[in-house]
Nanobody, 124 residues
Framework: QVQLVESGGGLVQPGGSLRLSCAVS????????MSWFRQAPGKEREFVAG????????YYGDSVKGRFTISRDNAKNLVSLQMNNLKPEDTGVYYC?????????????????WGQGTQVTVSS
């Protein structure tokens, strides 16, 4: 059974930091590119950050560039997202997802495994 379990969400003040983790089981994570997406209330799910199989290449949505950092530890089947200088517009449910093959990493339609999500709320 494939499981992607996110953790690390919570309530943080603007300018603060959070680190999200995604623990993967049931698949060999090195065979997948991994990404984080988020969905705010009333909005479509959007791409946040992605990382290739080895961690050599990373990709970010325009709104988080320079503030968020994605990383992976294939030995531990773990993917992380370090979020700094958080803003109220970063509020939403953050999802970890696994992409097989060579499709567009920013397009959610290609992802075959998803976690249940973790809530991030940025508010004073």
């Amino acid at each position: 059974q494939v499981q992607l379990v996110e953790s690390g969400g919570g309530l943080v003040q603007p300018g603060g930091s959070l680190r999200l983790s995604c623990a993967v089981s049931g698949i060999t994570v090195v065979n997948f590119r991994m990404s984080w997406f988020r969905q705010a209330p009333g909005k479509e799910r959007e791409f946040v950050a992605g990382i290739d199989w080895s961690g050599t290449f990373t990709y970010y949505g325009d709104s988080v560039k320079g503030r968020f950092t994605i990383s992976r530890d294939n030995a531990k089947n773990l993917v992380s997202l370090q979020m700094n200088n958080l803003k109220p517009e970063d509020t939403g449910v953050y999802y970890c997802a696994a992409l097989a093959g060579h499709g567009d990493i920013k397009n959610m339609s290609g992802y075959i495994y998803w976690g249940q999500g973790t809530q991030v709320t940025v508010s004073s």
